[in-house]
């Protein structure tokens, strides 16, 4: 079928394989694995936010009961290990690249963040190193640390490090424009246009609080020299690269495996300080090593996300068309850079904007600024829902500022079909979607008409009641190539193996389906691989909403391959030209006669061998496709009691496009997740940090995280265009959820109240309560 021909394949589902392992208890995740005889690391953390270390008393811990080695970074020095992370070079303004300070695993002279760890105990048991780290004795020498992105660009700001000026460590523009004369186009429609709205917003910093907090065990295999970790990932490529840049390592040096993983949303998929020196005592102990992060540790060195400051500008002509959108944002990146975070205030808010809007020019500008706080990384979405949000607050800013109704504003501005592919003012090339149709189903299924009545009736019982429309669209796809191998090890079995790595996706469930339907064998002859580096292919990872169409795009290419080859050694077998041979249902044939596929394969492997055909039907594929945009619209309907604050979301409605469906209820289940935390975000996570710098949010007695109560009743429905620049025709639609929630909720609370009141996320009830008395205060 046409890629062009937006398809679902989910006519009778059968449920997700993965579950019933889970379901159980008999899944492998981080704690479950770890080898018999394997010691307990411990580590040591900064209680202060920078300050320098001055003394290091390891004796005690060293005498302690059970314990059988105590580092600390002075002896890691030796070993001459590079930086744990440093920020991917992409140029910014006038070509610099960012600067990129070095980040140790164990501090030995400065400490950057509360929670960064200054020695690791190796004992026994964990009780025991757990003992012996509380006997550690460091000195600290306080220094004045800064924790807000916007206090540290200020003038006078404690500096944190001398290459990095104005606690700047990247300066971003775009679109390019070497000639100035984008910028004085867009500098002219705001001079021209009739109304310029101007709007400040917070996209406040998030703790990830993934199911599963971070484990890993380190071993070195003395027989094949090389080391080994166990560890949860995203895909292994990129940690294993991550790791063997770290420590002088070649690939074939480190053996990385992941089972199951209990969710990442991108924190996982990084290089954390721990792993380097449980690596390097593993091999001077012969002895695995094992750790498994507190809920407490992971408030502390997970890679959080968001935490970024827009001021925002939609140039306006009379009738409401959008003329031209100024973005300025400062990112707060933490202590150090991690691989992408500045990823996330730049290259992934560009290539989303404008969203589905037709705004001929734009600029984004971006300082990505250390502060004496945990580094920041991905965080599900990791720009995407920042770029949406943005956009559709000053929309309806925009709307109360003009007049025009909300919805309307929208509908005039949109990009419509027929100016598919549409290239955006910074150079992405949108290749399908119907964003007018989506918006109008939104509003249809929310009946958005007859909200007035709604509202009036919501009034009679003394609360207030307010709709909002979130509009998105996203970049999905990150790395435009991926691979995927397809082998036949016998007895009527294919395996599958990807680089990707699942966290609660359905990846066997999806993946699975996808190499079936496209050789045409019985869902259950397919096993899907992947985790072992040194047995899976390499690939980007599970991340950037990427996974259906790299993986599953690569899947299908590579099954082809394999067919095409199978045809030829059926040609053989069957004694028949090649252009004779039909292929369906698992079986190549010639009139009467006819091999199935596996047959096929095994045979191919002895004609191989024999020189008849070059390789057996065992195939490496791989695609190189630009990226999918995914998009949608969401509509919340909320109601507020006026006396405290308090709200209930009385409707929800997502209607999105993610291109053809591979499963459609895992696609619903993704979009549910996914508003699940974009709701998290809109109502109550905030990450907050005293002016010491010192985590005062750091468990979940003082983290809000969202609970199943504030879960809304959700109307969702699929609107597939299918994405015409990859084989399966599919689009991402792992973030959707958490770009869409965001607006639409906001929007829905700040229409509920009084014009012009200023509210930020989370929307507490105590905020909400805050901004209603401030508004019914103001002249």
Not at 594 to 602: I, K, M, P, W
Not at 733 to 746: I, K, N, S
């Amino acid at each position: 079928m046409s890629a062009t021909a937006a398809r679902t394949t989910d006519t009778a589902w059968t449920g997700r394989i993965e579950d019933d392992a889970l379901l159980r208890g008999a899944g492998h995740f981080g704690d479950d694995v770890k080898p018999d005889g394997a010691l307990a690391a411990y580590f040591v953390r900064s209680p202060h936010a920078f300050a320098k270390i001055t003394r290091i008393d390891t004796a005690a811990a060293k005498a302690s009961p059970g314990v059988v080695v105590v580092l600390t970074g002075a002896d890691l020095e030796g070993e001459h290990f590079h930086s744990l992370s440093h920020a991917h070079p992409i140029p910014g303004r006038g070509g610099k690249m960012p600067v990129s300070p070095h980040r140790p695993s164990l501090a030995h002279e400065r400490v950057m963040h509360v929670g960064e760890p200054v020695a690791m105990v190796i004992a026994k048991t964990a009780a025991l190193a757990q003992d012996a780290g509380e006997k550690i004795e460091v000195d600290y020498e306080t220094l004045t640390p800064v924790t807000d992105a916007r206090d540290a660009v200020k003038a006078g700001a404690p500096l944190l490090w001398p290459e990095a000026p104005g606690n700047v460590g990247f300066d971003w523009t775009a679109p390019q424009d070497p000639d100035g004369k984008k910028n004085a186009a867009l500098e002219k429609a705001f001079a021209e246009a009739a109304h310029v709205v101007k709007v400040e917003l917070v996209n406040q910093r998030l703790v990830v609080a993934s199911l599963e907090p971070r484990a890993a065990t380190a071993s070195y295999d003395t027989a094949n020299n090389r080391y080994e970790l166990l560890c949860g990932n995203q895909g292994f490529a990129s940690l294993r690269g991550q790791i063997c840049e770290a420590m002088n390592l070649k690939p074939d040096e480190l053996h990385l495996v992941a089972e199951d993983v209990g969710g990442a949303f991108g924190m996982k998929g990084w290089l954390y300080p721990e792993y380097v020196p449980m690596l390097y005592a593993s091999r001077k102990l012969k002895k695995p090593v094992h750790w498994t992060s507190t809920r407490s540790e992971a408030f502390l060195t997970d890679n959080q996300g968001r935490d970024s400051f827009y001021t925002v500008e939609l140039a306006l002509s009379k009738r409401g068309k959008f003329l031209g959108l100024r973005v300025d944002c400062i990112g707060n990146m933490g202590a150090y850079f991690t691989g992408v975070a500045h990823f996330c205030v730049t290259l992934h808010i560009s290539g989303c904007l404008p969203t589905v809007y037709d705004i001929p020019h734009a600029q984004l500008n971006s300082r990505c600024v250390f502060t004496n706080t945990l580094p920041t990384g991905p965080y599900r979405g990791a720009g995407r829902p920042e770029a949406s949000y943005l956009v559709e607050r000053v929309i309806d800013a925009a709307a109360d500022q003009t007049g025009i109704d909300a919805a309307e504003l929208r509908r005039r501005n949109l990009i419509q079909p027929a100016q598919m592919p549409y290239t955006t003012a910074f150079g992405a090339t949108y290749d399908s979607g119907d964003f007018p149709a989506a918006l109008e189903r939104a509003l249809a299924l929310a009946d958005y008409d007859g909200f007035a009545v709604r509202k009036r009736a919501a009034k009679k019982q003394g609360k207030l009641r307010g709709i909002g429309v979130g509009c998105y669209l996203e970049i999905a796809g990150a790395w435009p190539e991926e691979a995927a191998r397809i082998t036949f090890p016998g007895g009527g079995k294919v395996n599958v193996s990807i680089g990707a790595g699942a966290s609660g996706q359905g990846h066997q469930t999806v993946f699975g389906k996808v190499a079936a339907r496209r050789l045409g064998v019985p869902f259950e002859s397919v096993k899907l691989l992947s985790g072992d580096s040194a047995r899976d292919v390499p690939g980007f990872g599970a991340v950037a909403s990427r996974s259906a169409m790299m993986c599953g795009g690569a899947i299908a290419r590579t099954a082809d391959l394999v067919l095409e080859k199978g045809k030829r050694v059926a040609a053989i077998l069957l004694q028949a030209n090649e252009s004779d041979v039909d292929y369906k249902d698992g079986k190549f044939s010639v009139k009467n006669r006819e091999v199935t596929l596996f047959e096929v394969a095994e045979r191919s492997v002895e004609l191989a061998r024999q020189g008849v055909i070059p390789e057996s039907l065992d195939t490496l594929g791989t695609i190189k496709v630009p990226p999918s945009f995914p998009n949608g619209c969401h509509v919340a309907e909320v109601e507020i009691d006026p006396d405290t604050g308090d709200l209930a979301i009385v409707n929800y409605v997502a209607v999105g496009d993610s291109g053809n469906l591979l499963d459609g209820t895992i696609v619903e289940g993704q979009v549910h997740g996914g508003v699940a935390q974009g709701l998290g975000q809109a109502l109550v996570e905030n990450t907050v940090y005293d002016s010491d710098g010192q985590l005062v949010s750091a468990s979940f007695m003082d983290y809000g995280m969202p609970r199943a109560h504030l879960m809304p009743a959700m109307t969702v429905e699929h609107h597939p265009v299918a994405c015409r620049t990859n084989p399966l025709g599919v689009k991402g639609t792992g973030e959707a959820g958490t770009t869409a929630a965001p607006p639409a909720l906001m929007n829905a609370i700040l229409d509920a109240l009084p014009q012009g009141a200023a509210l930020d996320m989370p929307a507490t009830p105590d905020r909400v309560w805050r901004a209603l008395r401030s508004s019914s205060t103001s002249p």
